[in-house]
Structure formats: structure tokens, C-alpha cells
């Protein structure tokens, strides 16, 4: 399958629809069967507490993830995807409540590279924290 965005239609600049990922700690113990974490601190709210944590935090794979959501339904293709990376620098607290937490992401075209490539910048913010820092996506378009 290839990107559905041609590079020839986008420039430094171009807004990727932005998404927005609710959590709730269902989620995170869903995320934690799958992925093997079962760290505490994402479950349980008192073993969060004791350890320094304002609640319970979403797993950062997790939040990692659900950013690049935003590119991924852009493209149309996971696989255009040729490198992803970002800094945890804040975590997202999910409370034991029905509204949970929510992920907010905006990405745009930072860079335009070689062989039909374009950087990608993310911002993901949750409860008014920038939650990854220096999240960057190559991409390649069709």
C-alpha cells in the first residue's frame, strides 16, 4: 500500500489533521496485556502515588503510539513510516474517573527530504503538558 499524499502536494508548512486519543485506565490495562508492561504505575493508583506520581500514567509507548496516529491516518499507509522518534517529557496522568485523560496531537511538514521523504514534527499535549518532545516522522509520500 502506498501514502495516499503525494509529495508533490505538500510544502514546509503543510497541517496534518490533528487528532485527539482518549485514555482511560481500561485502556492502559488493555495496553499492558498487550505490550507486557505491567508496571504498577499504570494501574494501580496507590503504588503511583507512593512512588512520586501525581496518579496513574499512561505507559509513554503508549502515547508514543497514539501520536502517530495523526501521520499514519494522513498517509493512509503505517508503512510510509520510515523512521519515528521522539522525548518523553511529561507524562500523561490519567485519572480514576469516567473522562479520563486525552492526547491532543497537530503535526506539520517540517522538512522536505530525498526520495519523495518529508519530516514530520509532532506536538502531543495532554491536560495542557507537552507530553513528547522532539517528535519527528519521516515519511515517504507517493
Do not use: C
Not at 65 to 79: K, N
Request: a negative charge; hydrophobic letters at 45%; glycine letters at 8%.
Amino acid at each position: 500500500m502506498a501514502a495516499k499524499i503525494s509529495f508533490a502536494d505538500v510544502e514546509v508548512g503543510t497541517e496534518l489533521p490533528t487528532g485527539s486519543f482518549p485514555v482511560d485506565r481500561a485502556v492502559l490495562v488493555q495496553y499492558a496485556g498487550a505490550s507486557g508492561d505491567f508496571n504498577p504505575i499504570h494501574w494501580n493508583e496507590k503504588f503511583a502515588r507512593e512512588v512520586g506520581l501525581p496518579d496513574v500514567i499512561a505507559h509513554g509507548m503508549f502515547t508514543m503510539a497514539e501520536a502517530i496516529r495523526v501521520v499514519t491516518d494522513w498517509t493512509g499507509d503505517p508503512g510510509a513510516v520510515v523512521d519515528y522518534s521522539v522525548r518523553f517529557t511529561k507524562p500523561v496522568v490519567v485519572p480514576n474517573d469516567e473522562k479520563g485523560a486525552l492526547i491532543e496531537v497537530s503535526g506539520k511538514v517540517a522538512a522536505l527530504l530525498e526520495e519523495n521523504t518529508v519530516r514530520v514534527d509532532l506536538t502531543a499535549v495532554s491536560d495542557g503538558n507537552k507530553v513528547l518532545g522532539m517528535a519527528r516522522a519521516v515519511v515517504r509520500l507517493s
